[in-house]
């Protein structure tokens, strides 16, 4: 426990879509405090990160929120600005965004969505560690977990804008992680699988009109382990890489995903 002890760490993607099921962001968020992080919780929905801090705060943790929309710069340059404010550091900026809404294969692919996907999928996370990476530099250190996908690795029919900007999300991760280590700054990825959350779930459930229960036992037949993971399994492994446990991993793309990454090749 409190592997994070005296940590000041943004979440990126803090709050979720409604759904019976915790979201990644949520999860990381809730378990960066439960060992030991101060964290600031940022999400283009306010009232959804401030349900994330309601829940932090309710077991003891220490967090705040901010409204931030990552595809703007400015929002970026504010982010990193509020959390100094704040906080006076950062320690692990932690990257929780990904949007896959009106993909479509090549031929089918509408030039407004494949660059709205590709804006918040990359330029994102590229945003944020921009205006970050000079406070960590000026610290000795930190470190740096983007959420990519194994759609990045795997194939992915009728997903081009996600994929791809899951894989240039990867290129990225190992740019930051060798063009940062001589300043003591980590940059990893990790690459969930079929996991059980709320934008999984009731987001494709919607969109496809089908069954969520159906959905979910589709979705558990192709993992290999035999069910799909939770946003808890995905947080778990952003703990370990925030952590001082992992001081000597940078470069990574960590499949957090029961096995279904291991048929390729």
Not at 17 to 25: E, K, Q, R
Not at 66 to 95: M, P, Q, S
Not at 141 to 151: D, L, Q, R, W
């Amino acid at each position: 426990m409190h592997r994070l002890q005296n940590n000041i760490a943004i979440v990126v993607g803090a709050g979720q879509t409604p759904g019976a099921t915790v979201g990644n962001g949520r999860a990381t968020a809730i378990t960066f405090a439960r060992e030991g992080a101060t964290v600031l919780l940022a999400d283009r929905d306010l009232a959804s990160a401030e349900e994330t801090r309601a829940a932090i705060e309710g077991e003891g943790g220490r967090a705040s929120s901010i409204e931030v929309d990552i595809t703007r710069e400015d929002d970026c340059r504010r982010l990193v600005a509020t959390c100094l404010e704040r906080y006076g550091r950062i320690d692990v900026l932690h990257n929780n965004v990904g949007i896959g809404a009106h993909d479509a294969g090549v031929t089918g692919t509408e030039v407004e969505h494949f660059e709205r996907i590709f804006r918040v999928n990359l330029e994102g996370p590229l945003l944020t560690c921009k205006h970050a990476l000079p406070a960590m530099r000026a610290e000795g250190g930190g470190v740096i977990t983007n959420v990519s996908s194994i759609a990045s690795v795997a194939a992915a029919t009728g997903l081009v804008a996600y994929k791809t900007s899951k894989a240039a999300l990867n290129a990225l991760t190992q740019t930051l992680a060798l063009a940062n280590a001589r300043y003591g700054i980590r940059a990893n990825a990790i690459l969930p699988g079929l996991i059980n959350t709320p934008m999984a779930i009731e987001g494709i459930s919607a969109a496809r009109g089908v069954d969520r229960e159906q959905l979910i036992a589709q979705r558990d037949r192709q993992v290999p382990l035999g069910k799909m993971g939770t946003a808890w399994d995905v947080a778990a492994a952003a703990l370990f890489l925030a952590s001082d446990e992992a001081k000597f991993i940078t470069g990574v793309l960590l499949a957090v995903d029961g096995g279904q990454s291991a048929r390729i090749g």
